[in-house]
């Protein structure tokens, strides 16, 4: 499988301000997810970055909050915006290759809204 | 609503046994399980997959076993290794056209292997 790398590894970031996530691979994905991991927690989907579109969002989750990009095949970023304390997780981004199923996940990226 | 869950929040054994950890899963549509091993600070890493039409699928050092009738999935781990302690989730796909790739996840599993 091809390296998948988050930007920032970690923040810590004031009330009320965004963060952007950057998500890179390097080679092209047939799919980009963005999942949240509250502490002690499992996986909550969060969208479906789409090329050149607009995200899929799951339930709960608005583009307002959480507006995501997709340029091309190997790159989106997740913005969180207006951030409060509840916000503090691990983001993930995870892609499918080709026609399968399987999701790999990148390292994550550590917030903490103080 | 539909779920997946997992029996044991953790799960406690000795270096060199076999490791079995449980996953229920409720909606008879879905079509694909994964289990996931994720380490501390690190993100969730692909362990093995099995598809509905299958029972049982093996990899190195590992085997996951699909009853459909109770609509369970186990991750047995042979000659556990200390390395092998981490958190494991199960998911599942919904397998349907609208669901797409969306992954369902459980609550995870605390291994940990003791010397």
């Known amino acids: 499988s091809a390296v998948i790398s988050q930007k920032p590894s970690r923040d810590i970031c004031q009330r009320g301000t965004s963060l952007t996530i950057q998500c890179q691979v390097d080679s092209q994905v047939t799919m980009m997810f963005w999942y949240r991991q509250q502490p002690g927690q499992s996986l909550t989907l969060i969208a479906t970055a789409n090329q050149g579109s607009e995200a899929t969002y799951e339930s709960g989750f608005v583009i307002d909050k959480f507006p995501i990009s997709r340029p091309n095949l190997t790159f989106s970023t997740l913005t969180v915006s207006n951030m409060s304390p509840e916000d503090s997780s691990i983001y993930l981004c995870?892609?499918?290759?080709?026609?399968?199923?399987?999701?790999?996940f990148g390292p994550g990226t550590r917030l903490t809204v103080l | 609503g539909e779920s997946v869950g997992l029996h044991l929040p953790t799960l406690s054994v000795q270096e060199g046994d076999n490791s079995i950890i449980n996953c229920a899963y409720s909606n008879s549509a879905s079509d694909y399980f994964i289990w996931y091993k994720q380490e501390s600070g690190k993100g969730p890493q692909f362990i093995i997959d099995?598809?509905?039409?299958?029972d049982k699928r093996q990899g190195q050092r590992v085997t996951v076993l699909l009853n459909k009738t109770v609509k369970h999935l186990s991750l047995q781990i042979a000659a556990t290794q200390p390395g092998d302690s981490a958190v494991y989730f199960c998911?599942?796909?919904?397998?349907?056209?609208?669901?797409?790739?969306?992954?369902?996840f459980g609550k995870g599993t605390s291994l940990l292997v003791t010397p």
């Open positions: 998911a599942e796909n919904l397998g349907t056209q609208n669901s797409g790739y969306a992954l369902n």
């Open positions: 099995i598809r509905s039409n299958m």
């Open positions: 995870s892609v499918v290759y080709g026609f399968g199923y399987t999701q790999y």
